[in-house]
């Protein structure tokens, strides 16, 4: 037997006929799971750092690491789980930023982009990817009543009152 509560499971462990009893136990699974995700996130610099101190090849690094990490949290989490849509969709983002061709910005002078305006491309799709990450990452402390660190916190989107 098993409830479902925002990232709780309640088990029945075990039973008493002639006592009454029962016992059981209950297990913070889907939550540490997605707080152990959060947390790896708040470290990792390509999400929040400015765009000037971004070396492309470590940047790809840091997304292929956070599309494992993602795969690794979906094989932890209960199949029902709310964060599984989650999870999926910050995954897809990273997919996306390593698979899609990064734009063309030919009518930029490349002085801007350290002699290459490939590099255009390559920070236009990263702010793509906070954005959509942000917007995961908002969802998933919301669900699972979890604090971002300030640095993380930057690539959510904004409050209502912030927005107006």
Not at 72 to 84: C, F, P, R, V, Y
Not at 125 to 130: D, F, K, S, T, Y
């Amino acid at each position: 037997m098993a409830g479902r509560f925002k990232g709780t499971k309640v088990k029945l462990k075990g039973m008493s006929l002639l006592g009454i009893g029962a016992s059981f136990d209950v297990s913070n699974s889907d939550r540490d799971t997605v707080r152990g995700l959060l947390t790896f996130l708040e470290d990792r610099r390509a999400l929040y750092s400015d765009f000037h101190l971004e070396a492309p090849e470590q940047v790809n690094q840091s997304v292929h690491d956070i599309r494992k990490k993602c795969t690794e949290a979906l094989t932890s989490i209960s199949e029902h789980s709310d964060a599984q849509e989650t999870i999926r969709a910050i995954r897809a983002a990273c997919r996306n930023f390593l698979e899609q061709h990064q734009g063309n910005f030919k009518n930029l002078a490349p002085s801007q982009f350290g002699g290459s305006t490939n590099h255009a491309g390559f920070f236009t799709a990263l702010g793509v990817l906070r954005a959509n990450i942000g917007a995961q990452v908002a969802a998933l402390a919301i669900d699972y009543d979890i604090e971002i660190e300030p640095g993380l916190a930057a690539i959510l989107p904004p409050d209502d009152e912030d927005a107006g």
